[in-house]
């Protein structure tokens, strides 16, 4: 089937079956790399893209329910003023190690703080939990989504357990 | 635990000492284009014939300066590292550094991710080209100004004269420094650290801006034309042969391009990690050889799996453990007269699973076999030259027709020392006669790895009147193929705390196990810590004791203790006892470990220390439960000794909480269980990595002892494990001698 859809404010058309997940069209139609494979059932968070500003899992996310909701992957995200806000903090705390994980992270970060620019570490727990950073660098995730609000770095958790 | 256990990696072998032992030389040419093309060679001796020349330094007349990094990057920062160290000596500006990653070469020596060897190996050659070149372009623009080159200085990738002020930038001297013969690389003089501009600055991962714009970075990522996709599909038993299956149903899905079974060209190829029985399936789309597998059939020849689950292994392993030990590790003085005299004995058993890398990049690699035979490879590996020759050997060509891509890597760990996928893609891409990428799904990469071996500890141990062991025994159940013991699976003989207790035995038993094991992040360390660091933690408190306070004791007084014997013609450094006393003392004094009992009540602290990698690490978790028993980690303290330069701060503090998590990942969920030859878990659902919510705050501080720079990969990991164990004790008065934690243990009553 053809389905036309919209890919980082660019209009795409792709020929596919009705229930290939979004992500095998962005990496192997659209060569929209930066989204990741991971575990192909919403478990780690590396496919994360924006589906109408949403966070949701390209790997389970069939191509014909996407419709005419804009999609935005981590290709796209640093034209918005948080994507390129988190962009900025992730490169100067210096997050990734492997990297594979980040364009999930970056972009539940985004989403996180286009909806709540001042979260707590509640909230980050909340929002990032879903996305598995294997490498563990969780430090620097929670410090880079406080840095990219402008919010003090340190974490105080244990001071209030 | 010391040499052994860490230098033995596969790879690392002859060649990695050869970096050490050989001699390196260095050349210079001119670079395409112009510009200074300065060479490393090593060699057993200057003759030409084996002049194998590798490109480390490229300078091009607009001063961009290209270094390149020999090592795969898998997030160990490899990639920044080794150029920071050339870049340092050369004295350039690090915005003006590009790094191109080294193909596969036999003149780079060795090329590998393991061990945690990147920085020992590296830091002092590396530094040596960066200065050679300075050297030379200083001699270069003394030449050109005809001054003696005394006067000269060089600084940010210019060359000055100081009594007249003259300065030429290193692209406009880049050309003529490529005529000067090369320094001698033994005599050229190293920078003092007060010098440094570069080396001990926080400096970000050089791919970093590319992995967040989203560019093809990864293996995954690789695309060529005409390329297809492929999945293979192998026995969930291990190392079934694949008798028959429905490949003409498959081929006539939509989007196949072709469906075969392979079969394995080597014995025992499922646990030594080579090719194994398969179907494999082409596709024009990776989703489409995906969906296929749903409709695949495939007769696997039954094998017998008798005593190989989980249950099987732990009654076996307790049946071993009432037994003789089937062999001796290490015997010092007698382990029963001593402990017929001990004032106390304690006994325990410990055990822990198998585990699965789970890397979040799945397995993957592309390849082409090209009408002439030769092979091109990109390939996501750890190590890149056993890979090499497997696909030679199993292809039946030669190694020196295949070249190797090193892609950047989605997460190591260690899995992707062994190359399995890599030969898997080099076949069907001979078979497709195209370049293929074969990608495995997220079950085929859980229930197809080089597990952490699982294993049982059956500690005795004897305490004076003091309190102080003088009787240590450890029956260790370990696993094994037909008497050897199976891929890091082994107990070190110096294992902590052999040559600390006059009365010691290690002894050893064998389960017989038909699945793959591997390295695993620290292998040994990661699993030996939790049982060792608890137990030592277990006779502190029979005896008494402060647990630091017995371990210091131990360790005794700050004192090099003897070399350890050479190694793959690598030096191995001496265990330094003081090191030990001086993190173990920098954790204490940080986490506030003598005022612990003013900690409220179900909250405790634990401690343990582990070397490993010769990196001296201290660690202290400050821990309690929920009423249902759940861990609460309140927070991790690290004290870590690596010597006296962190040469990337970026890097340094990353990798050592990173490790220290996934140590904490690995106490609180990992299991990979075992049935009828198959393991059980298929994916991240059911295979529980530690999620950002289940992350404390991790407090690391480096402690500077005046030795050289060691590797950081791993020895942060173990010590977590039992310092969190160990904290649950005090919360809870509950020992955890079996891992994964299981919160009912903890429950309060």
């Given at each position: 089937?053809?389905?036309?859809?919209?890919?980082?404010?660019?209009?795409?058309?792709?020929?596919?079956?009705?229930?290939?997940?979004?992500?095998?069209?962005?990496?192997?139609?659209?060569?929209?790399?930066?989204?990741?494979?991971?575990?192909?059932?919403?478990?780690?968070?590396?496919?994360?893209?924006?589906?109408?500003?949403?966070?949701?899992?390209?790997?389970?996310?069939?191509?014909?329910?996407?419709?005419?909701?804009?999609?935005?992957?981590?290709?796209?995200?640093?034209?918005?003023?948080?994507?390129?806000?988190?962009?900025?903090?992730?490169?100067?705390?210096?997050?990734?190690?492997?990297?594979?994980?980040?364009?999930?992270?970056?972009?539940?970060?985004?989403?996180?703080?286009?909806?709540?620019?001042?979260?707590?570490?509640?909230?980050?727990?909340?929002?990032?939990?879903?996305?598995?950073?294997?490498?563990?660098?969780?430090?620097?995730?929670?410090?880079?989504?406080?840095?990219?609000?402008?919010?003090?770095?340190?974490?105080?958790?244990?001071?209030?357990? | 635990?010391?040499?052994?256990?860490?230098?033995?990696?596969?790879?690392?072998?002859?060649?990695?000492?050869?970096?050490?032992?050989?001699?390196?030389?260095?050349?210079?040419?001119?670079?395409?284009?112009?510009?200074?093309?300065?060479?490393?060679?090593?060699?057993?001796?200057?003759?030409?014939?084996?002049?194998?020349?590798?490109?480390?330094?490229?300078?091009?007349?607009?001063?961009?300066?290209?270094?390149?990094?020999?090592?795969?990057?898998?997030?160990?920062?490899?990639?920044?590292?080794?150029?920071?160290?050339?870049?340092?000596?050369?004295?350039?500006?690090?915005?003006?550094?590009?790094?191109?990653?080294?193909?596969?070469?036999?003149?780079?020596?060795?090329?590998?991710?393991?061990?945690?060897?990147?920085?020992?190996?590296?830091?002092?050659?590396?530094?040596?080209?960066?200065?050679?070149?300075?050297?030379?372009?200083?001699?270069?623009?003394?030449?050109?100004?005809?001054?003696?080159?005394?006067?000269?200085?060089?600084?940010?990738?210019?060359?000055?004269?100081?009594?007249?002020?003259?300065?030429?930038?290193?692209?406009?001297?880049?050309?003529?420094?490529?005529?000067?013969?090369?320094?001698?690389?033994?005599?050229?003089?190293?920078?003092?650290?007060?010098?440094?501009?570069?080396?001990?600055?926080?400096?970000?991962?050089?791919?970093?801006?590319?992995?967040?714009?989203?560019?093809?970075?990864?293996?995954?990522?690789?695309?060529?034309?005409?390329?297809?996709?492929?999945?293979?599909?192998?026995?969930?038993?291990?190392?079934?042969?694949?008798?028959?299956?429905?490949?003409?149903?498959?081929?006539?899905?939509?989007?196949?391009?072709?469906?075969f079974i392979l079969h394995a060209t080597e014995r025992d190829a499922a646990v030594r990690m080579g090719l194994v029985d398969g179907v494999a399936i082409i596709a024009d789309k990776w989703w489409d050889a995906q969906k296929a597998l749903q409709k695949l059939r495939v007769e696997w020849e039954p094998r017998s799996v008798k005593g190989?689950?989980?249950?099987?292994?732990?009654?076996?392993?307790?049946?071993?453990?009432?037994?003789?030990?089937?062999?001796?590790?290490?015997?010092?003085?007698?382990?029963?007269?001593?402990?017929?005299?001990?004032?106390?004995?304690?006994?325990?058993?410990?055990?822990?699973?198998?585990?699965?890398?789970?890397?979040?990049?799945?397995?993957?690699?592309?390849?082409?076999?090209?009408?002439?035979?030769?092979?091109?490879?990109?390939?996501?590996?750890?190590?890149?030259?056993?890979?090499?020759?497997?696909?030679?050997?199993?292809?039946?060509?030669?190694?020196?027709?295949?070249?190797?891509?090193?892609?950047?890597?989605?997460?190591?760990?260690?899995?992707?020392?062994?190359?399995?996928?890599?030969?898997?893609?080099?076949?069907?891409?001979?078979?497709?006669?195209?370049?293929?990428?074969?990608?495995?799904?997220?079950?085929?990469?859980?229930?197809?790895?080089?597990?952490?071996?699982?294993?049982?500890?059956?500690?005795?141990?004897?305490?004076?009147?003091?309190?102080?062991?003088?009787?240590?025994?450890?029956?260790?159940?370990?696993?094994?193929?037909?008497?050897?013991?199976?891929?890091?699976?082994?107990?070190?003989?110096?294992?902590?705390?052999?040559?600390?207790?006059?009365?010691?035995?290690?002894?050893?038993?064998?389960?017989?196990?038909?699945?793959?094991?591997?390295?695993?992040?620290?292998?040994?360390?990661?699993?030996?810590?939790?049982?060792?660091?608890?137990?030592?933690?277990?006779?502190?408190?029979?005896?008494?004791?402060?647990?630091?306070?017995?371990?210091?004791?131990?360790?005794?007084?700050?004192?090099?203790?003897?070399?350890?014997?050479?190694?793959?013609?690598?030096?191995?450094?001496?265990?330094?006892?003081?090191?030990?006393?001086?993190?173990?003392?920098?954790?204490?004094?940080?986490?506030?470990?003598?005022?612990?009992?003013?900690?409220?009540?179900?909250?405790?602290?634990?401690?343990?220390?582990?070397?490993?990698?010769?990196?001296?690490?201290?660690?202290?978790?400050?821990?309690?439960?929920?009423?249902?028993?759940?861990?609460?980690?309140?927070?991790?303290?690290?004290?870590?000794?690596?010597?006296?330069?962190?040469?990337?701060?970026?890097?340094?503090?990353?990798?050592?909480?990173?490790?220290?998590?996934?140590?904490?990942?690995?106490?609180?969920?990992?299991?990979?269980?075992?049935?009828?030859?198959?393991?059980?878990?298929?994916?991240?659902?059911?295979?529980?990595?530690?999620?950002?919510?289940?992350?404390?705050?991790?407090?690391?501080?480096?402690?500077?002892?005046?030795?050289?720079?060691?590797?950081?990969?791993?020895?942060?990991?173990?010590?977590?494990?039992?310092?969190?164990?160990?904290?649950?004790?005090?919360?809870?008065?509950?020992?955890?001698?079996?891992?994964?934690?299981?919160?009912?243990?903890?429950?309060?009553?």
């Amino acid at each position: 089937m053809r389905f036309s859809i919209l890919v980082n404010g660019t209009r795409r058309t792709v020929e596919e079956e009705a229930d290939t997940p979004l992500l095998w069209v962005l990496r192997d139609d659209l060569h929209l790399v930066g989204t990741k494979f991971g575990c192909g059932i919403a478990a780690c968070g590396a496919c994360t893209v924006h589906l109408n500003g949403v966070p949701a899992r390209a790997c389970v996310t069939p191509i014909s329910a996407v419709g005419d909701a804009p999609i935005v992957t981590i290709e796209g995200i640093g034209e918005s003023d948080w994507g390129r806000k988190v962009k900025a903090a992730w490169l100067e705390l210096d997050v990734m190690q492997c990297g594979y994980c980040q364009a999930g992270q970056v972009m539940t970060a985004t989403a996180l703080l286009t909806k709540n620019p001042r979260p707590t570490d509640a909230d980050i727990d909340e929002a990032m939990r879903g996305n598995i950073c294997r490498c563990a660098t969780y430090t620097r995730i929670r410090a880079a989504i406080k840095r990219a609000a402008g919010l003090p770095t340190a974490d105080t958790r244990e001071q209030r357990p | 635990m010391s040499g052994k256990n860490t230098v033995q990696q596969p790879g690392a072998g002859a060649k990695t000492g050869l970096h050490i032992s050989r001699r390196a030389f260095l050349g210079a040419g001119l670079a395409v284009g112009g510009g200074l093309l300065l060479t490393l060679r090593f060699a057993e001796k200057a003759s030409a014939d084996d002049a194998t020349i590798a490109a480390y330094i490229k300078i091009a007349p607009d001063g961009i300066v290209t270094l390149t990094a020999k090592n795969p990057e898998i997030g160990q920062g490899m990639k920044t590292t080794l150029p920071m160290l050339i870049a340092d000596e050369l004295d350039v500006e690090w915005k003006n550094v590009r790094v191109e990653q080294a193909m596969l070469d036999p003149i780079y020596g060795a090329q590998f991710a393991g061990g945690s060897l990147g920085t020992p190996l590296n830091w002092i050659p590396m530094q040596r080209v960066g200065a050679a070149g300075r050297e030379m372009l200083i001699g270069a623009a003394a030449s050109t100004w005809g001054v003696p080159r005394a006067q000269c200085e060089a600084s940010k990738g210019v060359v000055r004269h100081r009594p007249s002020g003259r300065t030429l930038t290193y692209g406009a001297l880049a050309s003529k420094a490529a005529s000067l013969s090369a320094p001698d690389l033994d005599s050229v003089a190293l920078k003092k650290p007060e010098q440094y501009t570069i080396i001990g600055k926080f400096t970000g991962g050089i791919d970093s801006p590319s992995v967040l714009e989203g560019e093809p970075l990864f293996g995954i990522d690789t695309r060529l034309p005409g390329m297809s996709y492929a999945v293979y599909e192998k026995s969930p038993v291990f190392g079934s042969r694949a008798v028959r299956a429905n490949i003409g149903e498959i081929k006539a899905l939509p989007g196949i391009r072709d469906a075969f079974i392979l079969h394995a060209t080597e014995r025992d190829a499922a646990v030594r990690m080579g090719l194994v029985d398969g179907v494999a399936i082409i596709a024009d789309k990776w989703w489409d050889a995906q969906k296929a597998l749903q409709k695949l059939r495939v007769e696997w020849e039954p094998r017998s799996v008798k005593g190989q689950s989980t249950p099987a292994f732990e009654r076996e392993a307790a049946r071993l453990a009432g037994d003789a030990p089937q062999s001796v590790i290490r015997r010092d003085g007698d382990f029963h007269a001593a402990i017929a005299r001990a004032a106390k004995v304690v006994e325990a058993s410990y055990s822990y699973p198998f585990l699965a890398h789970a890397t979040l990049e799945p397995m993957n690699c592309t390849a082409h076999v090209k009408a002439d035979g030769s092979v091109e490879i990109w390939a996501p590996t750890q190590n890149p030259g056993p890979g090499a020759k497997l696909v030679a050997r199993t292809l039946g060509i030669d190694a020196g027709r295949i070249r190797v891509h090193m892609t950047r890597v989605g997460g190591g760990f260690g899995r992707r020392l062994n190359n399995d996928y890599m030969v898997e893609a080099a076949m069907i891409a001979r078979h497709a006669g195209r370049p293929v990428k074969l990608l495995w799904n997220r079950p085929q990469d859980i229930q197809h790895d080089s597990y952490r071996p699982a294993g049982f500890h059956r500690f005795k141990a004897g305490l004076d009147a003091s309190g102080r062991p003088i009787a240590f025994r450890d029956h260790f159940i370990t696993f094994g193929q037909s008497g050897q013991v199976a891929s890091s699976a082994g107990l070190p003989r110096n294992h902590f705390p052999a040559g600390y207790v006059p009365s010691l035995e290690f002894v050893q038993s064998l389960i017989q196990l038909d699945m793959p094991t591997g390295p695993m992040r620290n292998p040994g360390g990661n699993a030996l810590a939790f049982a060792f660091e608890s137990f030592i933690d277990e006779l502190a408190h029979a005896g008494g004791r402060d647990p630091l306070e017995l371990r210091l004791a131990l360790y005794g007084p700050p004192r090099v203790l003897p070399a350890p014997p050479r190694q793959f013609g690598m030096t191995i450094p001496p265990f330094d006892t003081g090191r030990a006393r001086g993190v173990l003392e920098l954790v204490a004094d940080k986490s506030g470990w003598a005022r612990r009992s003013a900690l409220p009540a179900g909250t405790g602290m634990g401690l343990a220390f582990y070397y490993s990698h010769f990196g001296y690490v201290a660690e202290v978790v400050k821990a309690s439960v929920k009423p249902d028993g759940t861990p609460q980690v309140h927070k991790i303290w690290a004290a870590v000794d690596i010597g006296r330069q962190i040469i990337n701060p970026a890097g340094a503090y990353n990798q050592a909480q990173g490790a220290i998590l996934d140590g904490l990942g690995q106490a609180l969920h990992l299991n990979i269980t075992v049935q009828d030859g198959r393991v059980v878990q298929s994916n991240l659902n059911t295979y529980r990595l530690l999620r950002i919510d289940e992350a404390p705050p991790v407090e690391v501080h480096f402690l500077r002892s005046d030795n050289d720079p060691t590797g950081l990969g791993e020895p942060a990991l173990p010590p977590v494990l039992p310092a969190l164990c160990n904290a649950l004790y005090i919360a809870t008065g509950k020992r955890i001698r079996s891992l994964p934690i299981d919160p009912r243990l903890l429950r309060s009553t």
